[in-house]
């Protein structure tokens, strides 16, 4: 099966290893470059983040797309603050406009305290519930030939239609609580995991497939890495270091924890747990910043040259990730490393892997 690549536009060149450094909220000069070197580096589309105190996602996704003609867009989206049938007609038209370009990447909820920022004061259950209903209009407005009618419990809608419709539009979905398992089985087209050890994503795949073999799909998967690479394994690793001991001095001098965390996801337990037995698992996973940051979403790695890391991704290649969500601690730097060094290797390797008789008879 191909295997497609996701990057990275946050909305200034800096990430953990920066700290609080004062620089532009949104540095377009920037989003434009990540956006022209990530499309030149290969990589088949970029996520650009939701946050609720960053710049606005789809926005920042029409400005990139109009600046670019083949890199799609992953758009991170909280539902429940649009409605659903705004939400489609707005995406179902940047699709439009952008050729086909669009993903959705659906993020159900954060901590209590930043939803509430947002004036949402819903339960983690609810918010679940939510999305279920929110997703199942969304896709209606989207293949719906006539006005329809839903009567649910969030929403009341009424002669719904868009007159608008996607070229191709995939839901990108994550989520490992029970209530999230099988919202992902309903209606992901690709299942969004963190990166974890090969244990842990076998078990995953293992149940999303369960969970959505109930309605007859079967989604894809996605695995979201921090690779670290230099010219020898040594220097990554030396380099991995200095990343977690770099982040750790940054939160001790804000008085952020750096131990002894207890986040509220059941993503981010499943992160720590991993990263109780030492900051290396599986040869080249990487769960040092994880532990000392807390987990707080795409915070695991792969360390070591390109050929190494492109084998280790091979791995979870094997055990059914289609999709690799990238990203590196220097930002455009580390994307144009990726698309030069990273990329053509794992694309190589899938091509012989997929090659092979055993493999190509199944």
Known sequence: MPVKFIGYIGFNDTSEIHGATRVRAL?????????????????????????SNTPESQIVAAHAAAITSSLGFLIA??????????????????????GGRVAVHIITGGADAEMARDGDHSVKDDRYARTDEYLTILKQEWSAEAPFD?????????????????????????????AALDVAGRHADVYALWGETQAQVREAV???????????????????LRP???????AAWKKADAIV???????????????????????????????????RADTRLWTGLAAVA??????????GTPEQVADALLDYYDLGIDHFLIRGFEPLADAIDYGDQLL?????????????PKRAAG
């Open 27 to 51: 540095d377009k000069a920037y989003v434009e470059a990540a956006a022209k070197a990530q499309e030149k580096g290969g990589f088949d589309r970029v996520l650009i983040p939701f946050g």
């Open 77 to 98: 989206h909280r539902p429940g603050f649009t409605q659903p049938t705004v939400a489609a007609r707005q995406l179902a038209t940047l699709d439009q406009l952008s």
């Open 150 to 178: 839903h009567a649910g419990r969030f929403y009341n809608v009424i002669q719904g239609f868009s007159a608008v419709k996607p070229t191709n539009l995939p839901i990108f979905f994550g989520g490992s609580s029970p």
């Open 206 to 224: 293992s149940t999303i497939r369960a969970s959505a073999a109930r309605y007859g799909r079967r989604p894809g998967f996605s695995l979201s």
């Open 228 to 234: 670290v690479i230099a010219n020898t394994e040594e």
């Open 245 to 279: 001991e770099r982040v750790r001095d940054l939160r001790a001098s804000a008085g952020a924890a750096t131990e002894g965390h207890a986040p509220p996801n059941a993503g981010s337990q499943r992160l720590l747990e991993a990263a109780k037995a030492g900051y």
């Open 294 to 303: 807390g987990a707080q979403g795409n915070s695991t790695g792969l360390v």
């Open 344 to 356: 053509p290797l794992v694309h190589a390797l899938v091509a012989a892997r997929d090659a092979e």
